[in-house]
């Protein structure tokens, strides 16, 4: 994996930010503790810190709260308050799940993501410049997917059909990583790879959702580090990823 620089930024510019995020991720435990405090009345601020960590390990996954509760060492059913909290500090977003009444079939557990790619990385210990030989390829994953979401969400916050952001996943299996939703009720659907080459089983979540949605479904990406666009099949592409920087995208 690499890291990829933001809308407008010269290699000066992104190296500094990939300086002071390797300072934030040593300076977690202060700045949460200091600006928790700050807004909150919650008793266990100290807990913050473990909670974000454990958050960056299960970013862009969905939000298992017993599980989390029970690694945090936090009684689950106190632990909302402190996501909420997390949510107002923009360090979280929870991406509700999608359904349609068209199968029952869903899972309904949010996904959660850490709002800052380069501190996720570096607390669960990705490099920012590559996954390396030695490295999880399921985090590595993880943090590219995390990274999408966020620009993605960053972006939408200029867009005049203003989508509403979604993730899906049904009991048989399919699973997309990222649902568009406008008010007219049109979907989009983007699926995030860290491959740089696609194998046809890479798009059969996705086309399961566009047959199962039918007209609704407006069209399907799945994003790739390779550099090269194609289609692939009826209403669906793949898209190298830096399209969301390139000033021809």
Same mark, same amino acid.
Request: with cysteine; aromatic share 4%.
């Given at each position: 994996?690499?890291?990829?620089?933001?809308i407008?930024?010269?290699s000066?510019?992104?190296?500094?930010?990939?300086?002071?995020?390797?300072?934030?991720?040593?300076?977690?435990?202060?700045?949460?503790?200091r600006?928790?405090?700050?807004?909150?009345?919650l008793?266990r601020?100290?807990?913050?810190?473990?909670?974000?960590r454990? =958050?960056?390990?299960?970013? !862009?996954? @969905? $939000?298992? =709260?017993?599980?989390? &509760?029970?690694?945090?060492?936090?009684?689950?059913?106190? *632990?909302?308050?402190? +996501?909420? *909290?997390?949510?107002?500090?923009?360090l979280?977003?929870?991406?509700?799940?999608?359904?349609?009444?068209?199968?029952?079939?869903?899972?309904?557990?949010?996904?959660? $993501?850490? #709002?800052?790619?380069? +501190?996720? &990385?570096? #607390?669960?210990?990705v490099?920012?410049?590559?996954?390396?030989?030695? &490295?999880?390829?399921?985090?590595?994953?993880?943090?590219?997917?995390?990274?999408?979401?966020? @620009? #993605?969400?960053?972006?939408?916050?200029?867009?005049?059909?203003?989508?509403? *952001?979604?993730?899906?996943?049904?009991?048989?299996?399919?699973?997309?990583?990222?649902?568009?939703e406008?008010?007219d009720g049109?979907? !989009?659907a983007? @699926?995030?790879?860290?491959?740089?080459?696609?194998?046809?089983?890479?798009?059969?979540?996705?086309?399961? =959702?566009?047959?199962?949605?039918?007209?609704?479904?407006?069209?399907g990406?799945? *994003?790739?580090?390779?550099?090269?666009?194609?289609?692939f099949?009826?209403?669906?592409? &793949?898209?190298?990823?830096?399209? #969301?920087?390139?000033?021809?995208?």
């Amino acid at each position: 994996m690499r890291r990829y620089p933001r809308i407008g930024e010269d290699s000066a510019a992104y190296r500094r930010r990939l300086c002071r995020e390797s300072a934030k991720a040593r300076n977690v435990d202060r700045v949460v503790k200091r600006d928790a405090a700050d807004v909150s009345n919650l008793q266990r601020i100290a807990d913050l810190p473990r909670l974000i960590r454990l =958050l960056a390990a299960r970013s !862009a996954s @969905e $939000l298992n =709260l017993s599980s989390l &509760a029970t690694d945090a060492e936090i009684p689950v059913r106190t *632990l909302p308050p402190y +996501l909420d *909290l997390l949510e107002t500090l923009y360090l979280i977003d929870r991406i509700p799940a999608w359904s349609t009444n068209l199968s029952k079939r869903v899972v309904d557990r949010p996904k959660v $993501l850490l #709002l800052d790619s380069g +501190l996720a &990385a570096r #607390l669960v210990n990705v490099s920012p410049t590559g996954a390396g030989p030695h &490295a999880n390829p399921n985090a590595a994953g993880a943090i590219i997917e995390t990274f999408v979401i966020a @620009e #993605l969400r960053r972006q939408l916050g200029w867009s005049q059909q203003a989508p509403r *952001l979604f993730h899906y996943r049904d009991r048989d299996g399919a699973e997309v990583d990222l649902i568009l939703e406008t008010a007219d009720g049109l979907i !989009a659907a983007i @699926e995030i790879k860290s491959a740089a080459t696609l194998r046809g089983r890479d798009t059969r979540s996705i086309s399961r =959702l566009r047959d199962k949605v039918g007209a609704r479904f407006a069209g399907g990406v799945i *994003l790739h580090t390779g550099p090269q666009a194609q289609p692939f099949g009826d209403r669906l592409a &793949a898209v190298p990823i830096d399209i #969301l920087w390139s000033p021809s995208g």
